[in-house]
């Protein structure tokens, strides 16, 4: 079983906290902030990072799902 | 007295969270994710399954959402932490010594962890049962039920909320009128030179943005000022800032001060914790108690205080670099820190008048808050760890003059 990664871009309002909670999975478009995924299927050692990144995003536009 | 199962290192088994919205969900989620598997209650006053509340006076009131997409959590993973879900029921008590909450159907709740995330709410003028206010999802919806070209709207503050829905009405083809007390609005937050700007952003687009003007009440056409002026309009939104929900704390004994009272973890006494809108504490990195109504923030405590209740031994302060943002026509406003009370400000990067700059703020010898409006949103990022480091305010900006140079 590995996690995935679910980005919903729409939803995504730049504030930049994903890429503080876990800066090896999010980064941010230079233009206009919005989050960009860089590892959709991060590894064990990131996931409490991206659960951070879940939880303090003030948009919800980040999901970890089970595969 | 007897030692609480904290203080006798066992772990607790019985957790209750009061409030049901983003800091009440994280808390919950937060205790899952560390290992507790006890009884877990949570407690909403709105029936609803929790959703988000920024969109509400954005891309819900504009009709580009539906409500569907606030839901902060899909059913699915709300399911996943196996809850004792009491929604569409208000707490009403709660009594310290036999460790209980009272909830509004007469039930009573046991609890030997307990998490007060009770927001706030909307301040209430003489009158407003006829006008708008918005916090909740069904407030929203019958604000944008009203919202159409020509409808003349009444904002009653000039905050960031009553700032955001203007706008939205505005771009409906609202005709919209937002009346502020205050000489310039967002003074007491950002200072008065870059709530001058952003409220000229008001101005430009249409809206009749009128300060110094207190309003008394809400009449049957509109509104009265203080002044005794009427003012008439087709609808009246009422934003004018919130109060604690802590009422229902009356008698407990906890500490309520504009907020409930805590300390630098988040406890308000021994296995009582606050999260969220409703929680004053002691925040380490500017050294004054302070209460925040940001989004991010309610996740952030949240977690916070599900961890230092479920492991007090190892319990950390709370230190927070605080960030909310705020959209407004084109404009997207970002800030990091602490600027209620700032002694000074400078624009480090941009232009004020041409509504793309970065601002510091000072308090004391040290930087504790930066503002980016019309900014690429990482821009400002580099400038957080001046406020996460507590720079001295002379080395920044005497750096920054020297590097533009």
Known sequence: ?67 | MSRTPAEAGRAPRRVVVVGASAAGLAAAETLRREGYDGTLTLVGDEARAPYDRPPLSKRLLSGEWEPDRLALRAPADLDALGLDLRLGTAATALDVPDRTVRLADGSAVPYDGLVVATGVRPRRLPGDERAHVLRTLDDALALRDRIRPGCRLLVVGAGFLGAEAAAVARQAGCEVTVLEPAAVPLAHAVGERVGRVLSEAHREHGVDLRTGVAVREVTAGGVRTADGEHIAGDEVLVAAGSLPNTEWLAGSGLTVRDGLVCDAYCAAAPDVYAAGDVARWDHPLFGTSVRIEHRTNAAEQGMAAARNLLRPEARRPFAPVPYFWSDQYDVKVQAYGWLRGHEEVAVVEGDLSARRFVALYRSGGHVTGVLAAGMPPRAIRSWRQAVATRATWQETVENTTAAAT
């Open chain 1, 1 to 67: 079983m590995s996690m995935r990664v679910e980005l919903d871009e729409p939803k995504c309002v730049a504030s930049g906290q994903c890429v503080m909670a876990a800066p090896e999975v999010f980064d941010q478009r230079d233009e206009d902030g919005i989050a960009i995924l860089l590892e959709e299927r991060p590894g064990e050692e990131l996931l409490d990072g991206v659960r951070d990144a879940v939880a303090v995003c003030p948009a919800v536009a980040i999901r970890l799902v089970e595969q």
